[in-house]
């Protein structure tokens, strides 16, 4: 059971980083280039909360948004706190206090993507492709 | 395999600390550096205000990360975690959420006690400098993050007299999200 791919969007929208493990369809069977099917994502969790925050009966202020969208194998347990700590201990430690980070710009860096695949590979979430495959 | 979630407790969050006497001393020197290098006040006063907006911006992030608060539901809120959490998060000291206006867009932070500028005296040619106003720019980009534009600056300060430090905070726009792209995109 493993992640396919993970999204980190910026303030705007923009993809600032995409990666994937595991795409088992390739995006030209679904939006066509990768850079719609971002957007598509975007769009997707844009409506989603948008819905979610028409239907809380609180009048909740708005909030800056930073995305994380990591796509797993659907029998993956609630991963909510992964997500957070995905934030809390790898994107603010490995992107935000990088000097060479712009904020809001795409970014590559070998250190973040280390640290990101260890984080979830600790967590159980990247196993072999041969697994993966089988599990499709 | 994965079974049950992640491993349950996660380690608080650490925070790098840094001793309070080589940060005074260090922002000190920045200063110093930035007055020889402009020779004009008013140039350094918007330089420092710069620099902390450019920090501003990134902190918001480990702030968020590390500090575990919730959605603030409005300006007074924000106010209110700035002022009793995020500056004792990070410069250790915690100021009071006063002089609110009116339509409460407009608040002040009110230090009596400000790492920044211990040892510190100002020289009567300096007067006009605002020497703590790197933070006034931290909390301009910090909040501009979480999509308030707000206007900072400083009313009072000790360095001049005063008998605190008073950072004006004036909401400007709170700024609803958008769908950045257009339909036709």
């Not at chain 1, 994937?20 to 369809?25: A, G, Q």
């Not at chain 1, 640290?115 to 990247?126: D, K, S, T």
């Not at chain 2, 600390?17 to 940060?23: D, G, P, S, T």
């Not at chain 2, 140039?43 to 575990?68: H, P, S, T």
Request: with cysteine.
């Amino acid at each position: 059971m493993g992640c396919f791919n993970i999204y980190v969007f910026n303030r705007q929208g923009t993809c600032v980083y995409y990666h994937e493990w595991f795409r088992p369809k390739s995006v030209r069977q679904g939006a066509g280039n990768l850079q719609d099917d971002q957007k598509q994502m975007f769009g997707l969790f844009w409506t989603l909360s948008n819905f979610c925050a028409t239907m809380d009966p609180k009048e909740n202020v708005g909030f800056g948004r930073r995305e994380l969208i990591l796509n797993t194998h659907r029998e993956a347990p609630d991963l909510t706190e992964v997500l957070q700590a995905l934030y809390d201990d790898i994107f603010v430690e490995y992107v935000v206090k990088n000097p060479l980070y712009v904020p809001g710009q795409p970014f590559q860096s070998d250190q973040f993507v280390n640290a990101l695949n260890a984080f979830l590979r600790q967590n159980g979430l990247l196993q072999q492709q041969q697994i993966m495959q089988a599990a499709v | 395999m994965l079974r049950g979630g992640p491993s349950g407790a996660r380690n608080p969050p650490s925070l790098e600390q840094i001793n309070a006497e080589v940060f005074t001393l260090t922002y000190g020197s920045i200063v110093r550096q930035l007055i020889a290098d402009f020779e004009d006040i008013e140039e350094v006063n918007k330089q420092l205000e710069q620099m902390g907006y450019n920090m501003g911006i990134r902190l918001v992030d480990e702030f968020l990360a590390k500090a575990k608060i919730s959605r603030c539901s409005s300006f007074r809120d924000t106010a209110d975690v700035v002022a009793k959490q995020a500056l004792p998060m990070f410069l250790n000291v915690s100021a009071n959420v006063t002089n609110w206006s009116p339509d409460q867009t407009e608040c002040s932070l009110v230090l009596t006690d400000n790492p920044l500028a211990d040892f510190v005296e100002l020289p009567e040619e300096y007067r006009e400098l605002k020497y703590c106003n790197v933070l006034a720019g931290v909390v301009r980009g910090a909040l501009e993050m979480v999509n308030m534009d707000v206007e900072c600056r400083w009313v009072s300060d000790m360095l001049r007299g005063d008998d605190c430090y008073e950072l004006r905070i004036k909401l400007k726009e709170h700024r609803d999200e958008k769908f950045p792209y257009k339909d036709d995109d």
